[in-house]
């Protein structure tokens, strides 16, 4: 039976350096970020709060806010407000409440 490819073919895929994120990376991240704080407010706050928090810090790259602070200071505020609330509520839910 025929070889369909050629044995010698050898397929190469491209992969972009890991350098820095480029700004619309960032920007996106911003984004998420502020989306998933937004719907940790409503439903699943342990797990949308921290997903919150680490876009907001992958979005600022460690070195500032950049061109758009307002979606990164969104992400960040409420992943922190969220998971707090998180935190409080989970605590709560002891049968003898938060300070037993």
């Known amino acids: ?5 050629h044995p ?4 190469r895929t491209y ?9 619309s990376d960032r920007a996106t991240l911003g984004i998420v970020g502020a989306i998933c704080g937004i719907v940790g407010l409503v ?3 342990i797990v949308f709060g921290p997903v919150a928090i680490l876009c907001g810090w992958l979005a600022m790259n460690g070195r500032g806010f950049g061109r758009q602070p307002i ?5 960040l505020t409420l992943g922190i407000i969220v998971t707090v609330l998180a935190i409080i509520m989970l605590a709560g839910s002891r049968p003898g409440g938060l300070f037993i």
Not at 8 to 11: C, D, G, I, L, V
Request: charged share 20%.
């Open 1 to 5: 039976m025929a070889r369909l490819t």
């Open 8 to 11: 010698n073919r050898t397929h």
């Open 15 to 23: 992969r972009a350096p890991a350098g820095p994120r480029r700004a």
């Open 43 to 45: 439903a699943l706050p």
């Open 71 to 75: 979606p990164v200071i969104i992400a």
